[in-house]
C-alpha cells in the first residue's frame, strides 16, 4: 500500500525518472529473501578468503550467496582477499590465528595454498574449497569442493558452437597468466570440431580489450564465433563486433545483468554459468551441515555447479535475478 | 598556544673558542631525535596499540609471527630500495623482479635437470645482472631511473609471461619438489622456526639482517658516504671524488639482491611459480622506504626506518583483517597512513633540526 503510495507521488512529481533507479533497485531488494536464523545452533564464525582482485562483480555474487546462507544458518561470516597467493595464504593464516570455526578457500594457485590449508586442518578448522582447485581439494584435506571444473565447462562451450554450425572461433584470455582461463580454452577447442585461436588482451584495461577484439576480427573476417572468458567483456565484443563489422557470434562464460540482457535480445549467442551464488551458499551451507551433523557433501568428487548453458529462452526470468545481484 | 608563552630558554653558552660545529658532542636522546626513522617509529607504535585495542585476536603469538612475516616480505625488499632512494634513485622494475628470479631458479633447475642449488646459483648471477643492466643503463644515458626502470619493469612483466610460456607451455612454473637440493634450499629461504608453540618465517631472520647488513654500510662505511653523497649532490659529489656510477651501480644491485632472495622465498616457499605476479609491489617497497623516513628527493633516510615502514604495512595490511574490517577500505587506510607518515616525518625532521 505504502509502496504504491510513494510511487503515485513519484511519477507526480516533475524530473522524477519514473524507470529505473534507486526506487526501483529498492523495490527489487524488497523482493531478495532476507529473514532471520532459522536454526539455533550457535554464532559460529566462518572466514571465506578468495583470490578475486579489487572490485570484482563475480565475488560479490558468491558473497552474496554466502551472506543468505549465513543469516539462515546463525553464522558470522568475514570476506577478503587478495590476487597475489602469498598475500591470500597470509589471509587463511589470519583467519586460523583467529581461530574461526570455519574456512572457505579458492585454489587458484593451489600449490601456494597447500601449506595454509595443512594448517588450517590440522588446527582442527574444517575446510572447504570453492570455485577453484576441483583437482586438489581433496589431496590438501578440504572436506569437499564446490565449483565448476574448467576443463568441462570448456567442452561444453566447444559442444554448444557445433550444435551452432560455428566453423572459425576466437577465445579472448582476460588474465594472462590464470590456470583457469587456459583450462576453458583448452576444453573448448578440444570438443569443437572448427579451428581455435587464443587471443590474450588486458582485462585491466576495457577499451584496450575493444580495439584488440576488433583488430583481430577486421584482421580476419572468417572468425564467426567469440568467447569471452567473464561477463564484463561481453558486451565490449559486441562493441568490438559492431566496429569491426563482423558477423561472428558473441558467446561468454558467467553472467551479470548485461549478458542477461544481451541474451534475451540476441546480441549474444549463449552464456556458461557457473551459478556463483550457488558457490557461496553452498559453502557456508555445508560448513554449518559438518559443524551441526558432521555432514559431508559429495562423496569425495567435487560438487558441481556448472556449467549450465543459458540462451535466449531462460535469459528473461534470470535478467531480473542478474539485476538483484544473485545470478 | 595559549596567549601566555614561556619566554624562549636561554640559549646554552657558547664556548669561548667557537669549535668546530661538526665535532660538538650531542646527548644520546638528541642523537635519536635527530634520526630519519623517528617518525616512523612513533607512527609503528601508534598503530600497534591502535589494532591491539580494536581487534582482540591481533595480540595473539601466532598473529603477531603472521604480522611479522607480512612484514618481512616487503621489508626484504624495503631495506634496499630504501638505500637506492637515499642515493637519490628510484626501481620500479623491483616488484616483478622478484617473480623473475623466481621463474629462472625454477625453469633452470628443472629443465636442466640440475641440483636445484645450481638454479638458485644461475638465478642469483641472473637477477644481478638485470640490476647491473638498470644501474649501466642509468649511467651510461640520459633518462632519469623513473624512466628506464620503468621500461625494465615492463620488459620483465613480458618476459615472465612469455618465457614462462615458451618453456614450460603453462603460466606457472613446474613443481621442482622432487628434485635434489629442494629441501635444503626450503630450510635456507622458506623454513619455519619454532619458539614455544609459535611458527615464525625464516624471512623474519633474512630481513634483520639485511636490517643490520644495510645499517652498518650506511653508517659506518665508505660506500655509505657516497651512497649519501650521490643522493645529496651529484654533481658535488663527483667533484669531490666520489665514484658515483660505481655506488649506483651497486645501490641497483642490492635490489637485485633484494629481488634474489624474495624470488627464492616464493619459489621455495610454495614450489610453483605464477609468472604474472609481482606487478605493484615496487610501489609498496617504495612506500614503506618513504614512510620509514626517506626523502623521494634522496640523500635522507635509513634502513632501520625502511623495516618499521615495512612493519607498519604489515601490521595494517593484517591487522584489518583481525579487525574484521571490510577489506574493501585498504588500499583507503593504506594511503591516509602514507599520507600521515610523511606529514609527521616532515614535523618531526624540522623539530629535529630546530633544536640542533
Redesign the interface.
Known amino acids: 500500500m505504502g509502496a504504491v503510495l510513494v510511487a503515485v507521488l513519484g511519477v507526480s512529481l516533475a524530473g522524477c525518472s519514473s524507470t529505473g533507479g534507486k526506487r526501483a533497485e529498492d523495490a527489487r531488494k524488497a523482493q531478495q529473501a532476507q529473514g532471520r536464523a532459522a536454526v539455533n545452533t550457535p554464532r559460529w564464525t566462518f572466514a571465506m578468503i578468495t583470490h578475486s582482485g579489487?572490485?570484482d562483480t563475480f565475488w560479490d555474487i558468491v558473497q552474496s550467496g554466502a551472506k543468505q546462507a549465513a543469516v539462515k544458518d546463525n553464522i558470522k561470516f568475514?570476506?577478503?582477499?587478495h590476487d597475489?597467493?602469498?598475500?591470500q595464504?597470509?589471509?587463511v593464516?589470519?583467519?586460523?590465528?583467529?581461530?574461526v570455526d570455519g574456512i572457505i578457500v579458492t585454489l587458484a594457485?593451489?600449490?601456494?595454498m597447500?601449506?595454509a590449508v595443512a594448517r588450517a586442518t590440522k588446527a582442527g578448522i574444517p575446510v572447504i574449497t570453492v570455485n577453484s582447485g576441483s583437482a586438489e581439494s581433496k589431496k590438501f584435506g578440504a572436506l569437499t569442493h564446490i565449483g565448476q571444473d574448467e576443463t568441462i565447462a570448456g567442452e561444453a562451450v566447444g559442444e554448444e558452437l557445433n550444435k551452432r554450425g560455428r566453423k572459425k572461433a576466437l577465445c579472448v584470455l582476460h588474465?594472462?597468466?590464470?590456470?583457469g582461463h587456459?583450462q576453458r580454452c583448452e576444453g573448448a577447442e578440444k570438443t569443437f570440431d572448427g579451428d581455435m585461436q587464443n587471443l590474450y588482451v588486458e582485462g585491466t584495461n576495457m577499451p584496450d580489450v575493444q580495439s584488440s577484439i576488433e583488430a583481430k576480427l577486421q584482421s580476419d573476417k572468417d572468425i564467426d564465433a567469440v568467447v569471452t572468458l567473464g561477463a564484463p567483456f561481453a558486451d565490449t565484443a559486441v562493441k568490438a563486433k559492431d566496429g569491426a563489422g563482423s558477423k561472428a557470434e558473441i558467446a561468454t562464460f558467467d553472467l551479470n545483468e548485461k549478458v542477461a540482457g544481451g541474451l534475451k535480445s540476441g546480441t549474444l549467442g549463449f552464456a556458461v554459468d557457473q551459478q556463483p551464488y550457488l558457490q557461496g551458499y553452498e559453502a557456508v551451507d555445508l560448513l554449518w551441515l559438518y559443524k551441526y551433523n558432521a555432514d559431508v557433501l559429495g562423496g569425495g568428487k567435487p560438487v558441481l555447479t556448472g556449467p549450465q548453458i543459458i540462451t535466449k529462452d531462460q535469459a528473461a526470468e534470470l535478467e531480473e535475478y542478474a539485476k538483484r545481484g544473485t545470478r | 598556544m595559549s596567549a601566555t608563552a614561556p619566554a624562549p630558554a636561554p640559549s646554552p653558552q657558547r664556548p669561548e673558542k667557537a669549535a668546530d660545529e661538526r665535532l660538538l658532542k650531542t646527548s644520546p636522546l638528541k642523537k635519536f631525535l635527530g634520526r630519519p626513522e623517528l617518525g616512523s617509529v612513533v607512527g609503528a607504535v601508534a598503530v600497534f596499540l591502535f589494532f591491539a585495542i580494536v581487534a582482540d585476536?591481533f595480540l595473539?603469538a601466532?598473529?603477531l609471527a603472521?604480522v611479522l612475516?607480512?612484514a618481512s616480505?616487503i621489508g626484504i625488499m624495503a631495506v634496499p630500495v630504501a638505500l637506492l632512494m637515499i642515493g637519490g634513485e628510484f626501481d620500479l622494475s623491483a616488484g616483478v623482479m622478484v617473480t623473475t628470479s623466481a621463474l629462472i631458479s625454477s625453469m633452470f633447475s628443472y629443465q636442466m635437470t640440475a641440483n636445484v642449488w645450481v638454479g638458485v646459483g644461475v638465478s642469483l648471477l641472473a637477477t644481478l645482472a638485470i640490476g647491473v643492466f638498470n644501474g649501466v643503463m642509468l649511467i651510461r644515458t640520459d633518462p632519469p631511473s623513473f624512466i628506464i626502470t620503468l621500461g625494465t619493469f615492463l620488459m620483465l612483466t613480458g618476459a615472465n609471461?612469455g618465457f614462462t610460456k615458451l618453456i614450460s607451455e603453462?603460466?606457472?612454473t613446474k613443481?621442482i619438489s622432487d628434485m635434489e637440493g629442494f629441501s635444503s634450499a626450503k630450510e635456507v629461504f622458506a623454513s619455519t622456526i619454532t619458539i614455544g608453540d609459535v611458527d615464525f618465517k625464516i624471512t623474519i631472520v633474512w630481513w634483520l639482517a639485511m636490517v643490520a647488513v644495510a645499517t652498518w654500510i650506511l653508517l659506518r662505511t665508505r660506500a655509505g658516504n657516497w651512497i649519501f653523497a650521490v643522493g645529496g649532490g651529484e654533481q658535488a659529489a663527483r667533484a669531490v671524488g666520489v665514484p658515483v656510477g660505481r655506488t649506483k651501480i651497486g645501490l641497483y644491485m642490492g635490489v637485485a639482491f633484494g629481488a634474489w632472495v624474495s624470488g627464492q622465498h616464493?619459489l621455495f616457499?610454495?614450489?610453483?611459480v605464477?609468472?604474472?605476479?609481482?606487478v605493484g609491489n615496487e610501489l609498496i617497497y617504495i612506500i614503506a622506504a618513504v614512510i620509514g623516513g626517506c626523502l623521494i628527493t634522496g640523500g635522507y633516510g635509513s634502513a632501520v626506518g625502511a623495516a618499521v615502514g615495512a612493519l607498519i604495512f604489515g601490521m595494517t595490511?593484517?591487522g584489518i583483517?583481525?579487525a574484521?574490517w571490510n577489506?574493501?577500505w585498504f588500499?583507503f587506510f593504506l594511503g591516509a597512513m602514507l599520507l600521515l607518515a610523511t606529514l609527521l616525518n616532515a614535523w618531526v625532521r624540522k623539530r629535529a633540526e630546530a633544536t640542533k
Not at chain 1, 84 to 87: G, N, V
Not at chain 2, 274 to 278: H, K, L, R, V
Open positions: 579489487d572490485g568475514l570476506y577478503s582477499h597475489e597467493a602469498q598475500q595464504a597470509q589471509l593464516d589470519a583467519a586460523i590465528d583467529k581461530k594457485k593451489p600449490d601456494a597447500k601449506a588474465e594472462q597468466g590464470n590456470v587456459e | 585476536s595473539r601466532s598473529s603472521t612475516y607480512a616480505t609471461l603453462t603460466v606457472s613443481s616464493l616457499n610454495y614450489d610453483v605464477q609468472s604474472g605476479e609481482g595490511s593484517k583483517v583481525y574484521e577489506p574493501d588500499k
